[in-house]
């Protein structure tokens, strides 16, 4: 399966931003989706999961509250809305699909991956 993520961008501390990611190839809802992050210097990072029907969702808990994760099966695309985005969300963005059952936390699961997109959250 192919991904193509969009919507980054620069945004002011307290913001929005919507991510989306297109996928393509195979049938999407055989796959568990996730993002996850990576900022300069550090390693990625688990952002958030859905399952394939998106009836179970898992967040890490620096975003949590604030990231709402959902896909639509029908048009093969899942997406990251991120609100209250914080100076420390800067990174860049990467969705990934899984065939694990359920969700997962851990980039291993994940055999297909987008090739990123950069969100900057600064004044």
């Known amino acids: 399966v192919q991904l193509v993520e969009s919507g980054g961008g620069l945004v002011q501390p307290g913001g929005s931003l919507r991510l989306s990611c297109a996928a393509s190839g195979r049938t999407f809802s055989n796959y568990v989706m996730g993002w996850f992050r990576q900022a300069p210097g550090k390693d990625r990072e688990f952002v958030a999961s859905i399952s394939r029907s998106g009836g179970s969702t898992d967040y890490a808990d620096s975003v949590k509250g604030r990231f709402t994760i959902s896909r639509d099966n029908a048009n093969n695309a899942v997406y990251l809305q991120m609100n209250s985005l914080k100076p420390e969300d800067t990174a860049d963005y990467y969705c990934?699909?899984?065939?694990?059952?359920?969700?997962?936390?851990?980039?291993?699961?994940?055999?297909?991956w987008g090739q990123g997109t950069q969100v900057t959250v600064s004044s």
């Open positions: 990934a699909a899984s065939t694990v059952y359920g969700t997962s936390r851990r980039s291993r699961s994940y055999a297909y």
